[in-house]
């Protein structure tokens, strides 16, 4: 029973319910209700007399255990998710400068659209895993705005294409 309470009571932080159900004091609700943070974030780094404030009451070894470990995990998925939001915004530059390079080099375009989708696809699972990653929504942004410059280019060749039959 206490495991069932344990495991409910970490599911409600993780999906970071902003009712301060379980508070009993000031602090521990200043805890759930940080404004731009959700509770993902609040576990990571939060210490055990916080969370034991928060639940209002001593926790068993079992679940001191069970909190250390989801902080453990928590704490190297933001890592993760850090990572990915830096290499979303380095793919979304490395494909805007290929794009540049690509209007004097034939064929260096294509890396530029592999780049700039590498960079969408993995800044939004860095934006999935944290939405306040900046980088990632960079990256994201940089990827598309990509994808749109080459489209407008390939239909301005289609367009170009088009005319020299008449």
């Not at 209700?33 to 928060?54: C, H, R, S, V, W």
């Not at 690509?102 to 999935?128: D, M």
């Not at 598309?144 to 088009?162: D, E, H, N, P, Q």
Request: hydrophobic share 50%.
């Amino acid at each position: 029973m206490k495991l069932l309470l344990a495991i409910l009571l970490f599911a409600g932080i993780f999906l970071s319910l902003k009712m301060p159900a379980f508070a009993y004091s000031k602090h521990a609700a200043d805890i759930i209700t940080k404004p731009n943070d959700g509770g993902y974030k609040n576990i990571a780094t939060m210490k055990l007399k916080e969370f034991q404030k928060l639940v209002g009451r001593k926790l068993t070894l079992k679940e001191k255990i069970s909190f250390f470990v989801l902080k453990h995990k928590m704490k190297h998925q933001q890592q993760d998710a850090d990572q990915q939001g830096q290499t979303a915004f380095i793919l979304g530059l490395v494909g805007l400068g290929l794009l540049v390079i690509g209007l004097f080099v034939p064929y260096v375009i294509l890396g530029s659209l592999v780049a700039a989708i590498l960079a969408i696809v993995l800044g939004s699972t860095a934006t999935k895993k944290d939405g306040d990653n900046k980088k990632a929504r960079a990256g994201k942004l940089l990827g598309w705005i990509t994808l749109g410059i080459i489209t407008l280019l390939l239909i301005l060749a289609a367009i170009l294409i088009a005319s020299w039959g008449y």
